[in-house]
């Protein structure tokens, strides 16, 4: 097992939903995390309950700028990070047909962009972390929408098995410096994800809730807590939580 009270860690999309999960669990195992998003109060007023070892970081995966200036205060509070979990993610439904280049773009900016924005700005610690004989992961949230096809979501769906594609091949580069690399795509899970959506799409998202039952964020906090505690020879490359009653 690999102790998580000594991980640092850096996890995006923790203002709510699995990010927010995913950091507390981290957090209550003891581990220091940054926690990274856009909404600095929602940051604030968790870092606030978990305690000082964690700390809200303002900042937006779409900016360059904005990256650089985040990446470089969690370096200065946090020293070599050598846990990442990239969770900031955005779903709006964008059927081709009605050509939304701006949600598409905002899409692939946050879910692809941002997550190799990230990358780039973490892998050199995860390497220098694995070389030093510490436990070091990256862990990716993409999407059950990689593998399945939902009618009016082609973009998201898209940038989802793209992240799910960058994932195999980050491992394929990563793994020869003892960096693990996790790709976990979960199914219907109840978070803030489906408030981005007009009306009829929260409508579809609710009445999905009521058939299959969505997960909770803590069920995928729990499955990430679990691969990244794993002992450092043992990389859980690929993982799909569903609800049961999801097909
Ligand atoms: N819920 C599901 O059913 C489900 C299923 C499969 C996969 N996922 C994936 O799980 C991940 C987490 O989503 P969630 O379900 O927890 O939804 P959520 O509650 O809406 O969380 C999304 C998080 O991403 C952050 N974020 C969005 N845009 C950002 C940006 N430009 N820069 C920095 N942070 C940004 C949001 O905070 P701010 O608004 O403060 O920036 C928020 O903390 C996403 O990648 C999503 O695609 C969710």
């Not at 409508?203 to 809730?209: G, K, V």
Request: proline share 3%; no cysteine.
């Amino acid at each position: 097992m690999t102790d998580l009270q000594i991980r640092n860690a850096v996890v995006t999309g923790a203002a709510s939903g699995i990010g927010a999960a995913i950091a507390t669990q981290l957090a209550e195992a003891g581990a220091a995390v940054a926690l990274v998003a856009r909404r600095q109060d929602r940051l604030d007023d968790l870092a606030g309950k978990l305690g000082p070892r964690t700390f809200g970081v303002g900042l937006d995966v779409t900016s360059q700028d904005s990256v650089d200036a985040g990446v470089a205060r969690i370096h200065e509070r946090l020293g070599t990070v050598d846990l990442v979990v990239n969770a900031a993610g955005v779903m709006l439904a964008a059927p081709v047909a009605d050509g939304r280049l701006d949600d598409w773009t905002r899409m692939i900016d946050t879910n692809l962009t941002g997550v190799l924005r990230l990358v780039q700005a973490f892998t050199p610690d995860l390497i220098a972390a694995a070389a030093a004989g510490r436990t070091a992961d990256l862990v990716n949230i993409s999407s059950i929408g990689a593998h399945v096809v939902f009618p009016g979501y082609a973009v998201y769906g898209a940038t989802k098995a793209a992240l799910t594609h960058l994932s195999a091949s980050l491992r394929a580069d990563l793994s020869p410096y003892d960096v693990r690399v996790t790709n976990l795509e979960p199914g219907l899970t109840d978070t803030e994800l489906a408030t981005h959506l007009d009306s009829s799409g929260q409508d579809l998202i609710a009445s999905m809730n009521e058939q299959i039952g969505a997960l909770h964020a803590e069920d995928i906090a729990d499955v990430v807590t679990f691969a990244v505690s794993r002992r450092r020879e043992l990389n859980l490359r690929q993982i799909i939580a569903l609800p049961t009653r999801q097909a």
